[in-house]
């Protein structure tokens, strides 16, 4: 593969296809309307022939090319953040994210997210596959989430990790406070997860409809006193990287995380609990969810590498009060 450049023959399966469809499947880590863009702006090739047309049809044995263009300049600024930096070389950045910060700008985020960071750190060394506004993001998480990521600073480190994450062979654990006791206490979750119909901006376990999300998770500890409702230490490993997936996953088991503001009730009232504590689970203001762990094989030496990120302060706290006043 050249750089900056996909480039597939058709196979048989999926012959008289849209081309936009068949880029979908195979550039997953494009949306579908960077990917339509890219069409419209005489970005691909079919036979080496610009199209520019999204519903061309497709043959087996066809040839298409996709160019990535370089990304624009931008409005973006570079802001000075700090950023807890696990490993970096010529190829890939990985941060411990802290919670509270966004991945990415987007509606109503524009400064201070972790890109205008890594932009001010590191310039033009960002792959250029996730647009002006996604340089080197190859995933998310949630903004109240903390933990590890992986950053691309060059395309075919993009397109080698992204393929990683489609194939599932990505190692994620996550670390998580939930309400009360799983049932059973290890388990796996296999459940389809689609947007909510109630609000869109949320997602909900929905059997008709959806994509397949697959958590495994084991309770590690159960934190519980005649003065507390039960709250359990869980750990999950992901099959699927759906959105919200562990949040809807524990919602949708009746076990919610501690504090989540759209997945679960953000303010308990206790009948009988020592004030020390219900001031420090109340004041919790984020859903208690860490990613631990992160596994990948490296994209250009194919050395098979794994990250722990500490937990933050926050999250560290809350479980010493737990531990202390609880059994």
Known sequence: MKKNMFNKNVHQNYHNFRIDKFLQLKIVELSRTRLKNLIQQGHVKLNNSTIKYASKKIKEGDEIEVYFPPPKETLIKENKIPLDILYDDDDIIVINKSPGIVVHPGAGNHEKTLVNGLLYKYKNKLSSIGGKLRPGIVHRIDKDTSGVIVVAKNDNAHINLSKQFSDHSIKRIYEALVWGVLKPQSGKII??????????????????????????????????????????????????????????????????????????????????????????????????LHAKNLGFFHPKTKKELFFQAKRPNDFNTLLKTLKKYTI
């Open 191 to 288: 459940e389809k997860i689609s947007r909510s119909i109630k609000n869109r901006q949320l997602m909900s376990v929905r059997k008709e409809k959806g994509k397949i999300a697959i958590t495994n998770y084991k309770t590690l500890k159960i934190f519980q006193n005649s003065d507390l409702p039960k709250i359990s230490l869980i750990e999950c490993q992901l099959e699927t990287g759906r959105t919200h997936q562990i949040r809807v996953h524990m919602n949708f088991k009746g076990n919610p995380i501690l504090g989540d503001k759209s997945y679960g009730k953000t303010k308990k009232k206790f009948k009988k609990i020592n004030p020390f504590v219900e001031i420090k689970i109340n004041n919790f203001n984020r859903q208690a």
